[in-house]
């Protein structure tokens, strides 16, 4: 069993059409975590068919990927991939992913924007923030990335086992990182498409973000 978890605050225009394309690329079991939206990400996550979980007030991303981990685990889950709801992803990259999960027996995928050029990010993203946070998890890890803040991965049962995420907030995508290399689990980064110019964060949720990293502690 395969269960795509997708995190999902304030997401009411993107989550129907994310939904329904991980359905049309053959993903049946997709879990959308409601991080406290205050629009109709809930509702109409539903309506598209998803299995929706839902935290009262808004918590963070880490705290939403480890609500879905948590019900996968639960489900059974063999494999779980974790896929933003605002649609900058391309569900079509989460098959290869699997396939070299599986011809390979890695413990994690992580998807990078840097390893081919499909991805479009604003310049200042790509300029600064990312490589600004890339250094800041090499130093908080040891694990040199080429894209350190990327929410496409792909977890085993066994990552799925050791790696617990205690960090809300956007320090997750490091602390999962540490983990990794805490658990020596074995992981390779994989190329995926990322969207951008008409969704994500601007410069001041990047700038959170590495202000977020600065002051998390991992255990
Ligand atoms: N920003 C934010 N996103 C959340 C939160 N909880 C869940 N999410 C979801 O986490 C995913 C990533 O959030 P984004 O704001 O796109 O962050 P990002 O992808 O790192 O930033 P961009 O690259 O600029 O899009 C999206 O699916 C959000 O809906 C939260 O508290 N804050
Ligand atoms: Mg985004």
């Known amino acids: 069993m395969i269960v ?35 629009d109709k990400t809930y509702g109409t996550a539903l309506e598209a068919g998803a299995k ?20 996968a685990v639960q489900k059974g889950a063999r494999i779980v991939v ?17 396939k070299l999960m599986r011809e390979n027996e890695y413990d ?9 050029n499909r991805s ?7 300029k ?12 908080l890890t040891g694990v040199k990335l080429t894209d350190a803040h990327n929410g496409f991965r792909v977890l085993s ?11 809300d907030g956007m320090a997750h995508n490091s602390e999962i990182v540490y983990k990794i290399k805490k658990y020596n689990l074995k992981c390779i980064e994989h190329p995926v498409e990322d969207q951008y110019f008409k969704f994500g964060q601007g410069v001041g949720g990047g700038l959170k973000t590495i202000f977020n990293l600065l002051f998390s502690v991992f255990h």
């Open 4 to 38: 795509v978890v997708v995190p999902a605050y304030n997401e009411e225009k993107n989550i129907g059409r994310v939904v329904r394309g991980l359905f049309e690329n053959g993903y049946k079991d997709v879990v959308v975590v409601d991080d406290g939206s205050a």
């Open 52 to 71: 929706v979980l839902r935290h009262a007030v808004n918590r963070g991303q880490g705290a939403a990927l480890q609500t879905g981990n948590d019900f």
């Open 82 to 98: 974790h896929f933003d709801a605002d649609g900058q992803f391309n569900p079509a990259d989460i098959g290869d992913a699997l």
């Open 108 to 116: 994690v995928i992580l998807g990078s924007r840097f390893l081919d």
């Open 120 to 126: 479009k990010m604003p310049w200042f993203k790509k």
């Open 128 to 139: 600064i923030i990312l490589p600004v946070a890339r250094v800041i998890n090499h130093v």
């Open 157 to 167: 049962r066994n990552a799925l086992e050791k790696i617990d995420i205690t960090q």
